[in-house]
Nanobody
């Protein structure tokens, strides 16, 4: 089992930055796929960024603004979010997948955190 705890969300003005953290416990996740998803009210959960199959991938809407990284010594995954826009407002979730895959579908991930709210004011 893997437990994931996100932190770092909050209220920020448009154009600002936030760094989300996802602390993992139970297993070392350094060799697993990790990703960030988000879900806005009334919308489906969507892929944001992933460090999957040894490649970093991003949704088109966040390319050039967001960056995913890992600190294997801390068993923690980060999402640096810059130039935030009001449309980035959502609950952000980190997820871990044990078996490598190029899929970006939420159902392909095995473990999820509880989410952290990000609100961007315009």
């Amino acid at each position: 089992q893997v437990q994931l705890v996100e932190s770092g969300g909050g209220l920020v003005q448009a154009g600002g930055s936030l760094r989300l953290s996802c602390a993992a416990s139970g297993r070392t996740v350094s060799n697993y796929d990790v990703a960030w998803f988000r879900q806005a009210p009334g919308k489906e959960r969507e892929f944001v960024a992933g460090d999957i199959v040894w490649t970093r991938d991003y949704a088109d809407s966040v390319k050039g603004r967001f960056a995913i990284s890992r600190d294997n010594a801390k068993n923690t995954v980060y999402l640096q979010m810059n130039s935030l826009k009001s449309e980035d407002t959502a609950i952000y979730y980190c997820a871990v997948r044990v078996s490598p895959s190029k899929s970006h579908t939420p159902s392909s991930y095995d473990y999820w955190g509880q989410g952290t709210q990000v609100t961007v004011s315009s």
